[in-house]
């Protein structure tokens, strides 16, 4: 009778530390893929651990039941096992995306989830839309400095208007 609780106890805290790693992992990360290697061979997902790992991305093979009691239970067609990437920047998330090919996966930033989605449609769209990208970060910096000079010279005025 007492092993079996101890198993219990056993299995209880490796199951909180795992879900305190994941959410840990989440917070230091804007980035995280979750990838399904229901159908991926043992040999692959090594493969693809390692490629990881030389990216400097963190990873972590998950039991499904920890995506659903993190997130929802609309993660129900996760059947064993999960593969969770950490990625810091969006750098590194491109070049990570090489590496998954044609598999599909999900991937939040700064907790929002996108639908399911292969690596073929997101460079896609990042080769269109990563030139309006730049160029609105481009007017942006342009309309800051503009206010930033405007309220220099307003500030001075102001100044100026006291001492007379």
Known sequence: MKIKKLDYLTNLLFDNYTLLNIVNNIHFNPIFIILNIHNMSNNALLILKNELFKNN?????IKSKYIRILFSS????????????YIPDMIQFLNNLKLL??????YSYNRSFSNIVNTE??????NIYSCY????????????????ILLINLLLLVNLLKKI
């Open 57 to 61: 991305s963190k990873s972590m093979v």
């Open 74 to 85: 609309y993660f129900n067609f996760f059947k064993t096992a999960c593969l969770c990437i």
């Open 121 to 126: 449609m997101l460079t896609f769209q990042y």
């Open 133 to 148: 990208i730049m160029f609105h970060y481009i007017i942006f910096k342009l309309i800051n400095n503009i206010i930033l």
């Open 101 to 106: 090919k044609n598999l599909s996966f999900f």
